[in-house]
């Protein structure tokens, strides 16, 4: 009997299309009908499973419901939950946009919430039914770590072991577990239904693939004498081609993408998993970037960590192809510009000290015995954000101060929330992390101690003993740190509210309007 393994997940809208993206038990015709029409298409077949995109087009208004149908077979709306709808992107532009970043799927029981908090991501699928409908965000973005693959949940663990006792021990190993990860994060009922009906789009972090995944050179040849880690990198890409980044693109640049047409012309497994290879092996011959227009505002979402040149001595967060792209996307013509970073382009500015200290040593600014300590450190304390690609670092703050334009710049990764405002021109980071992984005590502290300036002379003080210039401008963070599990909401263009929860009950943590 078909059936829905996956979804349905609201996946790319604008003001006349939608797609939806699911993933089924068995090979079979997926049919969606909205507003009086019906909109088909046939899965492909990957390792053994089976996932179609059905592309919802020439829309002329919201549609109010929608259902799925499998050769026939009407699998969805879900029942005992509100009809899954879709808000088509108002002509006038997004007025809401939700993200986030670090969600752990963990069980919801009494010890995982004292260890791990409220899933806030759980919470906003039961809150938003009974929400206004100024309330609900036009779109939902997920900066990175949507899935632990290097530490998962008791559940998955139990899956791993049920099928293999191979290394790697604990995490995961190959797409049948990938897939596996994704079903359990994205399958329980309020995820699901949110999931269902709140347009997304996704980027991936480290986690996705495995903590400090291309922090450096030593890093990757590292991983590369591994037995296990190859097989680990193609189906990390090859999944999160399908799960996450397919679902990022409009029907029109999916209609382009060369590797989609070979995988529906049959099992497409050893394309996606030579595509996958080769991405990770060669970054240029593949974009995770993207872009997308939303109104007034142009939303950037940019690849941090498949796209990195970990060059010693010319290290760059972006490569020349992926950096170019980046210009070209940003001297659009727009009135507002948003960067979607997984990982914070300004860190407090002592630890921004501390990253390009570190980086120069790497380098061997000290010599050999203090670059191979030095990298052993950058490993030890995840020193690998933009602070510590400072080329990269300092292109783009010239970049955006030079623009004239006001930029907001959205990232995750760091387990606590802050917004940062730049000195010079209208440039604000805002960062919301966790959904659901907090930070434990010590490290709170830890990272409290970084707001203060005796840190910011002291990484300064670091930067100047290595030969470091001054960045091209300075900045301060004029909110936070807030630890609690978040989602942020950007209410365009310029006020932004962190929300969490307590079980089911969302409610606003701190907000503030941009200066």
Same mark, same amino acid.
């Given at each position: ?172 190993? %190959?797409?049948? !577990?990938? *897939?596996? =990860?994704?079903? $359990?994060?994205?399958?329980? #009922? @309020?995820?699901?239904?949110?999931? /269902? ?121 972006? %490569?020349?192809? !992926?950096? *170019?792209? =980046?210009?070209? $996307?940003?001297?659009?013509? #727009? @009135?507002?510009?948003?960067?979607? /970073? ?174």
């Amino acid at each position: 009997m078909p059936a829905l393994v996956v979804g349905p997940m609201l996946r790319y809208v604008d003001s006349d299309s939608a797609s939806i993206w699911v993933e089924t038990a068995e090979p079979c015709t997926v049919a969606v009908e909205a507003g009086g029409r019906t909109y088909r298409s046939p899965t492909f077949t990957v390792h053994g499973h089976h996932y179609a995109i059905v592309d919802l087009v020439e829309l002329s208004q919201d549609i109010a419901s929608y259902t799925v149908e499998l050769d026939g077979e009407q699998v969805w709306p879900m029942a005992g939950r509100p009809p899954s709808r879709i808000r088509l992107l108002p002509r006038e532009g997004v007025r809401k946009l939700a993200f986030g970043s670090c969600r752990t799927s963990v069980p919801h029981d009494a010890a995982h919430v004292r260890s791990h908090g409220d899933d806030v991501l759980r919470a906003f699928g039961e809150h938003l039914p009974e929400a206004a409908e100024d309330e609900w965000p036009d779109l939902l973005l997920l900066l990175g770590d949507q899935v632990y693959a290097d530490n998962p949940s008791p559940d998955m663990l139990a899956y791993i072991r049920s099928r293999r006792d191979t290394e790697p021990q604990g995490e995961i190993a %190959d797409f049948e !577990e990938y *897939a596996e =990860l994704y079903r $359990q994060a994205w399958t329980e #009922t @309020e995820i699901r239904w949110l999931l /269902s009906t709140v347009p997304t789009a996704m980027i991936f972090d480290d986690h996705d693939l495995r903590d400090d995944w291309n922090t450096s050179q030593p890093w990757r040849e590292q991983m590369a004498r591994t037995s296990w880690w190859r097989r680990r990198v193609v189906a990390g890409l090859g999944a999160y081609w399908i799960y996450q980044h397919l679902g990022n693109l409009s029907p029109a640049e999916r209609a382009e993408d060369p590797l989609l047409r070979k995988v529906m012309e049959g099992d497409g497994g050893q394309a996606l998993d030579a595509f996958a290879d080769k991405a990770d092996a060669e970054p240029t011959s593949n974009r995770w970037s993207y872009a997308r227009d939303l109104g007034p505002a142009r939303l950037i979402v940019v690849d941090t960590r498949c796209a990195r040149q970990l060059t010693p001595g010319d290290r760059r967060m972006l %490569d020349a192809d !992926e950096w *170019a792209w =980046l210009e070209e $996307q940003v001297s659009r013509p #727009t @009135e507002q510009l948003i960067i979607g /970073s997984s990982i914070p382009f300004l860190l407090p500015e002592g630890v921004h000290g501390v990253q390009n200290w570190n980086e120069a040593l790497c380098d061997g600014k000290w010599g050999p015995v203090v670059r191979r300590w030095s990298e052993t450190f950058r490993q030890a304390i995840d020193l690998e954000h933009w602070a510590a690609f400072r080329r990269s670092f300092e292109d783009l703050a010239r970049l955006l101060i030079g623009l004239g334009k006001p930029v907001l710049i959205l990232s995750g990764d760091v387990h606590y929330s802050y917004l940062a405002q730049a000195d010079r021109g209208p440039v604000f980071q805002i960062v919301c992390s966790p959904i659901r992984n907090p930070l434990s005590r010590m490290l709170r502290w830890a990272n409290v101690f970084t707001q203060f300036s005796i840190a910011t002379l002291v990484g300064g003080l670091l930067a100047r003993s290595a030969g470091i210039p001054r960045p091209p401008f300075r900045w301060r963070i004029t909110k936070g740190p807030l630890f609690q599990n978040a989602l942020a909401v950007l209410t365009l263009p310029d006020e932004v509210t962190w929300y969490g929860s307590t079980g089911e009950v969302v409610k606003p943590i701190d907000s503030v309007r941009l200066r």
